[in-house]
């Protein structure tokens, strides 16, 4: 499975911006696509997930209530709506798969992306 995230970029705090996972390879054996960021510094922290097969989602509590993951089968893409940014969300934003199970522990991710970065300007 091969993951390649795209779309960040730099916007103005309250900005909108929508990142892209496409997804490529075997991805029958997907359960779940998460989001991941990390802050210059910082450890790689839960962003979001969806269900590969499903609707169920769920939202790290820093981030629930402005961004929104969503899926388009047809095009084997994810997608990260984000609304409402902050200077706290700048961060090199990854997304992964889990072949496992519906996950928030980053060790249940094997297989990354190459991260897009995303700078909110205050």
């Known amino acids: 499975v091969q993951l390649q995230a795209s779309g960040g970029g730099l916007v103005q705090a309250g900005d909108s911006l929508t990142l892209a996972c496409a997804v490529s390879?075997?991805?029958?054996?997907?359960?779940?696509v998460g989001w991941f960021r990390q802050a210059p510094g910082k450890e790689r922290e839960f962003v979001s997930y969806i269900r590969w097969r499903g609707s169920n989602t769920y939202y790290a509590g820093a981030i629930k209530g402005r961004f929104t993951v969503s899926r388009d089968n047809a095009k084997n893409t994810v997608y990260l709506q984000m609304n409402s940014l902050r200077p706290e969300d700048t961060a090199v934003y990854y997304c992964?798969?889990?072949?496992?199970?519906?996950?928030?522990?980053?060790?249940?991710?094997?297989?990354w992306g190459q991260g897009t970065l995303v700078t909110v300007s205050s």
């Open positions: 992964a798969a889990s072949l496992a199970r519906l996950s928030s522990y980053r060790e249940d991710y094997r297989n």
């Open positions: 390879g075997r991805t029958v054996s997907i359960a779940v």
